[in-house]
């Protein structure tokens, strides 16, 4: 097909709304439900019922200023509601207790990560299938207008086969803005470029194997690590790569946020605004280049936040329903996420190749 007659205005942007859409119960009301669950709610007009917090008085403010109708004065309350979906916003240290908690056979939206690490994970895994929860999680980079459309592009073969892949993240990230991330054993991988490997996941399938560096800096010496680089193996002739530098302190000219995937028939290059200028972030952008033709850009329809945190939901819902046959970020499929993330953290750990000392034979 030439690229004429690609038509980019075609591609998928936005994931379908539920034709009967259930009421949701916030489970937490940090500001990941202010500032991106909630406003992406309201443009897909799903309705709400209530929201739970271990403080009340956040619970109180957030229910005023989006229109919650309820605020319930216990978990066990909030539990007790029918026939609606569970929005689980909790740290990973609190989602195994409340996946526990939840009545059988609820449908449920878990925040990222799975858990703490894939021990986490699979205890949780095992508490939904105990439980019959129809559950997924809140990996929600892959229902961004810009996600949705590459994955589109690349499954109607525009690109040809994908043969590389890379992720480079060059920017000011204001960690002092999470106080709570200063305790945690895990911090770069776990919280933020698991994003980008889950999505790698989406895109190419499994990798065969991984090798992965995340370190420290000496301007933030507190956190566990908010530097990594990662090599993903998916064959002799596909190479896919992860850059990811949170402490660049040297002005917005060379900042880096972009996916960048290449086919053998077409490329793409995507601008993730998000983590240029956060949080109030800039545009994201998406460009093609097919058939040897000069890049062009997909006008979008919005940006990774809050936009695509309306996608999870919805295709939880529409699958609840059996409007969709497939749940795409399931606890099963998130479970293989978590199993990539523990791997490049057990890279990391073991280390690299040494160089051969002066004297050894080579």
Same mark, same amino acid.
């Given at each position: =097909?030439?690229?004429?007659?690609?038509?980019?205005? &075609?591609?998928?942007?936005?994931?379908?709304?539920?034709?009967?859409?259930?009421?949701?119960? %916030?489970?937490?009301?940090? !500001?990941?439900?202010?500032?991106?669950?909630l406003p992406a709610y309201r443009r897909a007009q799903l309705p709400l019922a @209530?929201?739970?917090?271990?403080?009340?008085?956040?619970?109180?403010?957030?229910?005023?200023?989006?229109?919650?109708?309820?605020?319930?004065?216990?978990?066990?309350?909030?539990?007790?509601?029918?026939?609606?979906?569970?929005?689980?916003?909790?740290? #990973?240290?609190?989602?195994?207790?409340?996946?526990?908690?939840?009545?059988?056979?609820?449908?449920?939206?878990?925040?990222? #990560?799975?858990?703490?690490?894939?021990?986490?994970?699979?205890?949780?895994? +095992?508490?939904?299938?105990?439980?019959?929860?129809?559950?997924a999680v809140n990996f929600q980079l892959r229902f961004s207008p810009q996600m949705?459309?590459?994955?589109?592009?690349?499954?109607?073969?525009?690109? !040809?086969?994908?043969?590389?892949?890379?992720?480079?993240?060059?920017?000011? =990230?204001?960690?002092?803005?999470?106080?709570? *991330?200063?305790?945690?054993?895990? =911090?770069?991988?776990?919280?933020?470029?698991?994003?980008?490997? &889950?999505?790698?996941? +989406?895109?190419?399938?499994?990798?065969?194997?991984? $090798?992965?560096?995340?370190?420290?800096?000496?301007?933030?010496?507190?956190?566990?690590?908010?530097?990594?680089?990662?090599?993903?193996?998916?064959?002799? &002739?596909?190479?896919?790569? *992860?850059?990811?530098? /949170?402490?660049? =302190? /040297?002005?917005?000219?060379?900042?880096?946020?972009?996916?960048?995937?290449? @086919?053998? &028939?077409?490329?793409?290059?995507?601008?993730? !605004?998000?983590?240029?200028?956060?949080?109030?972030?800039?545009?994201?952008?998406?460009?093609?280049?097919?058939?040897?033709?000069?890049?062009?850009?997909?006008?979008?329809? @919005?940006?990774? %936040?809050?936009?695509?945190?309306? !996608?999870?939901?919805?295709?939880?819902?529409?699958?609840?329903?059996?409007?969709?046959?497939?749940?795409?970020?399931?606890?099963?499929?998130? $479970?293989?996420?978590? +199993?990539?993330?523990?791997?490049?953290?057990?890279?990391?750990?073991?280390?690299?190749?040494?160089?051969?000392?002066? @004297?050894?034979? +080579?």
């Amino acid at each position: =097909m030439k690229a004429a007659a690609r038509e980019l205005g &075609d591609l998928r942007q936005r994931w379908p709304t539920p034709s009967r859409p259930r009421a949701i119960v %916030f489970l937490g009301a940090g !500001g990941i439900v202010r500032d991106a669950h909630l406003p992406a709610y309201r443009r897909a007009q799903l309705p709400l019922a @209530g929201c739970f917090d271990l403080d009340p008085a956040r619970a109180r403010e957030l229910a005023r200023e989006w229109g919650i109708p309820r605020v319930f004065g216990s978990l066990a309350e909030a539990l007790d509601t029918p026939d609606v979906v569970f929005d689980l916003a909790l740290p #990973p240290a609190a989602v195994l207790a409340t996946v526990e908690a939840l009545p059988d056979g609820a449908v449920a939206l878990i925040q990222k #990560p799975m858990g703490l690490d894939l021990r986490d994970a699979t205890r949780i895994r +095992a508490a939904c299938r105990r439980k019959r929860l129809i559950a997924a999680v809140n990996f929600q980079l892959r229902f961004s207008p810009q996600m949705l459309a590459l994955r589109d592009a690349l499954e109607r073969g525009w690109l !040809g086969r994908a043969v590389e892949l890379e992720v480079q993240v060059n920017c000011r =990230m204001p960690w002092e803005n999470w106080p709570f *991330l200063a305790g945690l054993e895990r =911090m770069e991988i776990a919280l933020h470029s698991i994003h980008y490997l &889950d999505l790698m996941r +989406a895109l190419l399938g499994e990798p065969r194997s991984v $090798w992965a560096r995340t370190v420290k800096h000496p301007r933030a010496a507190h956190l566990a690590s908010s530097r990594t680089s990662a090599i993903l193996d998916f064959g002799d &002739d596909v190479r896919c790569a *992860l850059s990811v530098n /949170h402490h660049h =302190m /040297h002005g917005p000219k060379h900042q880096r946020s972009h996916l960048r995937l290449e @086919g053998l &028939d077409g490329a793409a290059l995507a601008v993730l !605004g998000v983590n240029l200028d956060y949080p109030r972030g800039r545009p994201d952008e998406l460009e093609f280049a097919l058939d040897g033709v000069e890049w062009r850009a997909l006008e979008l329809v @919005g940006n990774w %936040f809050p936009d695509a945190f309306a !996608g999870p939901m919805c295709n939880l819902q529409r699958f609840a329903a059996g409007e969709d046959a497939r749940l795409h970020t399931s606890v099963e499929d998130a $479970w293989r996420t978590m +199993a990539l993330v523990e791997a490049l953290y057990e890279s990391d750990r073991s280390g690299g190749t040494a160089l051969p000392r002066d @004297g050894e034979p +080579a």
